[in-house]
């Protein structure tokens, strides 16, 4: 709605009225979660004078009826030095008798104020246990490590995990004990390095990342990673494919398209074409014989054939209800190919769907899988009929899909923790990217706050 006034939603009354008392007594120390809006959880810890959402935006006052808290910002004051005047409110109110209670959120800034109601329930683990049939083997956090982790590829003993400052190469030979060969940093610190695929060609080993522009890094010797060259293109994520004896890397870019090129010689890479989704971005792909499985953001998913990659192909779309198209893999059941694809925003989960040009049912969802909508989902990978996912806050997941129509359940690990103080708070925080060594049974996960983890897989 308009913001008209400085003060306007500087006073509790502004947000409706509130079921007086239901807070005497109540000791809302703890994490939460909303389970009506994308906003992560919650942390209120005892603080001076009241409680401390800490996140930064400050106290709370306590009383019988509320927790209420409103700040007003000029540009460059403190505590947030700002481009721009805000205004931030937040009221805690309505316990009820299950526990829960109502969360309002108001954000003003230019001429526009958001405002917001969730209901808030205490944060726990969806599962009944902490895990189930994956256990942890390992795990990397050096303390230089201080922002996000988000993605991990395995190569023989070298995992090579992209986080928030470039690239690194981590021995896990010995996976109860990982360590830090080598770091790659990011070309510019401004922008973010944010998937990594692996390749080896001419018997040379290649990192390539999605980044603006798009690095190469000879990988060889992984205690010494050398430059090998960058690519005028701007990727959020990318793909490699080897097909007769020629590599090709496929680029999810921030355009909303999806280039092609032959990096067979890294050192004269060739742009072979390209597919304009006309999306916001192209924010995931899987490649298989050719066929790319695009996830087109607001354009929904998209199956096109790259064999031509001068002339490519639309060969069917698939939008889910979210808009929000964000990560698939692909694999054949019964000579049949599905996909598996999820969404990242509320109510985001795994949808399985007929991606065989062949089938009556190509492009529809033949089945689905939530944990719950509150939670978000990332991303997928796979052998044979059974895929591997993150699941944000839910942990690593693995799901049968011998029958489409009814995935089941193999094994979950729960790497995030409600009553750990540094878990992250964030909607997009935990368990993130992840890879597999099928023949060691073990699965390398990115998490956002607890960097590396090596999970032992006995699904």
Same mark, same amino acid.
């Given at each position: 709605?308009?913001?008209?006034?400085?003060?306007?939603?500087?006073?509790? =009354?502004?947000?409706?009225?509130?079921?007086?008392?239901?807070?005497?007594?109540?000791?809302?120390?703890?994490?939460?979660?909303?389970?009506?809006?994308?906003?992560?959880?919650? %942390?209120?810890?005892?603080?001076?004078?009241?409680?401390?959402?800490? &996140?930064?935006?400050?106290?709370?006052? @306590?009383?019988?009826?509320?927790?209420?808290?409103?700040?007003?910002?000029?540009?460059?004051?403190?505590?947030?030095?700002?481009?721009?005047?805000?205004?931030?409110?937040?009221?805690?109110?309505?316990?009820?008798?299950?526990? =829960?209670?109502?969360?309002? %959120?108001?954000?003003?800034?230019?001429?526009?104020? !958001?405002?917001?109601?969730?209901?808030?329930?205490?944060?726990?683990?969806?599962?009944?246990?902490?895990?189930?049939?994956? =256990?942890?083997?390992?795990?990397?956090?050096?303390?230089?490590?201080?922002?996000?982790?988000? !993605?991990?590829?395995?190569?023989?003993?070298?995992?090579?995990? *992209?986080?928030?400052?470039?690239?690194?190469?981590?021995?896990?030979? &010995?996976?109860?004990? @990982?360590?830090?060969?080598?770091?790659?940093?990011?070309?510019? #610190?401004?922008?973010?390095?944010?998937?990594?695929?692996?390749?080896?060609?001419?018997?040379?080993?290649?990192?390539? *990342?999605?980044?603006?522009?798009?690095?190469?890094?000879?990988?060889?010797?992984?205690?010494?990673?050398? @430059?090998?060259?960058?690519? #005028?293109?701007?990727?959020?994520?990318?793909?490699?494919?080897?097909?007769?004896?020629?590599?090709?890397?496929?680029?999810?870019?921030?355009?909303?398209?999806?280039?092609?090129?032959?990096?067979?010689?890294?050192?004269?890479?060739?742009?072979?074409?390209?597919?304009?989704?006309?999306?916001?971005?192209?924010? &995931?792909?899987?490649?298989?014989? $050719?066929?790319?499985?695009?996830?087109?953001?607001?354009?929904?998913?998209?199956?096109? !054939?790259?064999?031509?990659?001068?002339?490519? +192909?639309?060969?069917?779309?698939?939008?889910? #209800?979210? +808009?929000?198209?964000?990560?698939?893999?692909?694999?054949?059941?019964?000579?049949?190919?599905?996909?598996?694809?999820?969404?990242?925003?509320?109510? /985001?989960?795994?949808?399985?769907?007929?991606?065989?040009?062949? =089938?009556?049912?190509?492009?529809?969802?033949?089945?689905?899988?939530?944990?719950?909508?509150?939670?978000?989902?990332?991303?997928?990978?796979?052998?044979?009929?059974?895929?591997?996912?993150?699941?944000?806050?839910?942990?690593?997941?693995?799901?049968?899909?011998?029958?489409?129509?009814?995935?089941?359940?193999?094994?979950?690990?729960?790497?995030?923790?409600?009553?750990?103080?540094? /878990?992250?708070?964030?909607?997009?925080? $935990?368990?993130?990217?992840?890879?597999?060594?099928?023949? %060691?049974?073990?699965?390398?996960?990115?998490?956002?706050? %607890?960097?590396?983890?090596?999970?032992?897989?006995?699904?």
């Amino acid at each position: 709605m308009p913001w008209t006034s400085i003060d306007q939603f500087s006073r509790s =009354s502004e947000l409706g009225s509130i079921v007086a008392y239901t807070l005497d007594g109540f000791d809302p120390v703890g994490r939460w979660y909303f389970t009506g809006l994308a906003l992560g959880s919650m %942390r209120l810890s005892p603080a001076e004078g009241g409680f401390e959402i800490q &996140d930064g935006r400050g106290l709370l006052a @306590p009383s019988a009826s509320e927790l209420f808290f409103t700040i007003f910002v000029k540009p460059g004051e403190l505590p947030t030095p700002s481009a721009k005047t805000f205004r931030v409110t937040h009221r805690i109110s309505n316990l009820r008798d299950d526990g =829960s209670l109502r969360y309002d %959120r108001v954000f003003c800034e230019d001429k526009t104020c !958001d405002i917001c109601t969730a209901r808030m329930i205490r944060a726990e683990r969806h599962d009944p246990k902490d895990s189930d049939k994956l =256990s942890l083997v390992g795990a990397l956090n050096p303390t230089e490590w201080k922002n996000y982790t988000l !993605d991990v590829k395995v190569l023989g003993t070298t995992a090579y995990v *992209i986080r928030d400052g470039g690239l690194w190469s981590i021995d896990v030979a &010995d996976a109860a004990n @990982p360590r830090v060969l080598a770091h790659y940093p990011d070309a510019d #610190p401004l922008t973010r390095s944010n998937d990594v695929a692996i390749f080896e060609t001419a018997g040379r080993r290649y990192a390539i *990342i999605a980044d603006s522009p798009v690095e190469l890094v000879d990988v060889t010797d992984p205690t010494n990673l050398q @430059p090998a060259g960058q690519l #005028p293109v701007e990727a959020h994520t990318l793909f490699t494919e080897t097909r007769n004896g020629s590599t090709r890397v496929y680029f999810g870019g921030l355009d909303g398209t999806t280039a092609v090129y032959d990096v067979t010689n890294p050192l004269l890479p060739a742009r072979l074409g390209a597919f304009d989704a006309e999306s916001s971005y192209v924010h &995931d792909l899987f490649v298989e014989a $050719g066929i790319g499985y695009l996830n087109a953001w607001e354009k929904g998913f998209l199956v096109v !054939d790259f064999n031509d990659p001068a002339q490519p +192909k639309l060969l069917g779309q698939w939008q889910s #209800p979210r +808009k929000q198209s964000h990560a698939s893999w692909v694999t054949t059941v019964g000579g049949r190919r599905i996909a598996v694809h999820g969404d990242e925003t509320y109510g /985001a989960h795994m949808t399985v769907l007929d991606v065989d040009p062949a =089938s009556p049912q190509f492009m529809k969802p033949l089945s689905e899988y939530e944990t719950r909508p509150y939670v978000s989902i990332h991303n997928f990978t796979g052998v044979g009929t059974k895929t591997y996912f993150t699941y944000y806050q839910d942990g690593v997941r693995v799901m049968d899909l011998a029958n489409p129509a009814q995935p089941t359940l193999l094994g979950y690990y729960n790497t995030w923790d409600p009553d750990n103080p540094l /878990a992250p708070d964030g909607f997009f925080g $935990g368990a993130i990217g992840l890879d597999l060594d099928v023949a %060691r049974k073990l699965i390398f996960v990115a998490d956002t706050a %607890r960097g590396l983890l090596i999970l032992r897989d006995d699904t």
